[in-house]
């Protein structure tokens, strides 16, 4: 059973950086896509990145396009977002998960970590 664990969040100012990594264990030969997903405050979660695995693809939400960018270690055992010129409006929890296609990410019964918090001042 695939596990997943986040970390890397906190407190930044508006205009900082953070990386977020999601430690990847368990994962099955099907697990080709990996996203990030965050969820702010009173609002449902919502779509930020995500990377094909097998050949490093990604995709972004257009809200993050050019800030963010997201990334895997040669063992794709670990998923990266780094983010850049980051924003108030940019707080929420980040979650991270992973399924057999980047167009299946999402779905409510794949793994999900347990999500970090994001907290950018203004």
């Known amino acids: 059973q695939v596990q997943l664990v986040e970390s890397g969040g906190g407190l930044v100012q508006a205009g900082g950086s953070l990386t977020l990594s999601c430690a990847a264990s368990g994962r099955t030969t099907s697990d080709h896509a990996a996203g990030w997903f965050r969820q702010r405050s009173g609002n449902e979660r919502e779509f930020v990145a995500a990377?094909?695995?097998?050949?490093?693809?990604?995709y972004y939400a257009e809200s993050v396009k050019g800030r963010f960018t997201i990334s895997g270690d040669n063992a794709m055992s670990t998923v990266y977002l780094q983010m850049n010129s980051l924003k108030p409006e940019d707080t929420a929890v980040y979650y991270c998960?992973?399924?057999?296609?980047?167009?299946?990410?999402?779905?409510?019964?794949?793994?999900w970590g347990q999500g970090t918090q994001v907290t950018v001042s203004s």
């Open positions: 990377t094909d695995w097998s050949g490093g693809t990604t």
């Open positions: 998960t992973v399924d057999t296609r980047v167009g299946a990410l999402g779905r409510d019964f794949a793994p």
